[in-house]
């Protein structure tokens, strides 16, 4: 059974940093693309990062490029989202799912960890 | 990018059909195949029903379809049942390595 657990999301301040982790099993990690999605609270979905399966490629929405930065580390099955000179506009729970933007649909998610940006 | 057109709400009686649109342009939903459909229920993560516009993963019952004409994508789901009542996102491949989402429909079950 495929599961991704997220963890690290929690209460922030403006302009602080926070690296957000998502344990992946059930499947062969490095065969697979990944991506992070968020979702602002009472608000849709929003696409945030994604990365290639050997870790090569990555992505990240212009609203979070130059802040965000995904990876991954095969060895662990382990997804990151090191997040940067946080905003308000961050806030959002963050969830990992399986999958890229393209040929390879987001096929499962994981649970979400909450990032609250707030003095 | 600007985010594909979703209608805030549908709604259906027990047994009936209803149908979602998620409307972009050439650009994603009209130039690519790469067309998804996600079920949210409150409080829980996004569930994969629909991708490459009309495929259903292992597991999504039959009732739900999905197709797609020229910049618009949709979903129909047959056969209404109380547990279908959820959030339904499309989701479209944007070019220039992005997705792009839509604003999410509010689907009630009467």
């Known amino acids: 059974e495929v599961q991704l657990l997220e963890s690290g999301g929690g209460l922030i301040q403006p302009g602080g940093s926070l690296r957000l982790s998502c344990a992946a099993s059930?499947?062969?990690?490095?065969?697979?693309?990944m991506s992070w999605v968020r979702q602002a609270p009472g608000k849709g979905l929003e696409w945030v990062s994604a990365?290639?399966?050997?870790?090569?490629?990555?992505y990240h929405a212009d609203s979070v490029k130059g802040r965000f930065t995904i990876s991954r580390d095969n060895s662990k099955n382990t997804l990151y989202l090191q997040m940067n000179s946080l905003r308000a506009e961050d806030t959002a729970v963050y969830y990992c799912?399986?999958?890229?933007?393209?040929?390879?649909?987001?096929?499962?998610w994981g649970q979400g960890t909450l990032v609250t940006v707030s003095s | 990018q600007s985010a594909l057109t979703q209608p805030p709400s549908a709604s259906g009686s027990p047994g009936q059909s209803v149908t979602i649109s998620c409307t972009g342009t050439?650009?994603?939903?009209?130039?690519?195949?790469?067309v998804s459909w996600f079920q949210q229920h409150p409080g829980t993560a996004p569930k994969l029903m629909i991708y490459?516009?009309?495929k259903r993963p292992s597991g999504v019952p039959d009732r739900f379809s999905g197709s797609k004409s020229g910049n618009t994508a949709s979903l129909t789901v047959s056969g209404l049942q109380a547990e279908d009542e959820a959030d339904y996102y499309c989701?479209?491949?944007?070019?220039?390595?992005?997705?792009?989402f839509g604003g999410g429909t509010k689907l009630t079950v009467l």
């Open positions: 050439s650009s994603d939903v009209g130039g690519y195949k790469y």
């Open positions: 059930g499947f062969t990690f490095s065969s697979f693309s």
């Open positions: 990365i290639s399966g050997g870790g090569g490629t990555a």
């Open positions: 989701s479209s491949y944007g070019g220039s390595n992005n997705l792009i």
């Open positions: 490459e516009v009309s």
């Open positions: 799912a399986k999958g890229g933007v393209s040929t390879t649909p987001l096929d499962c």
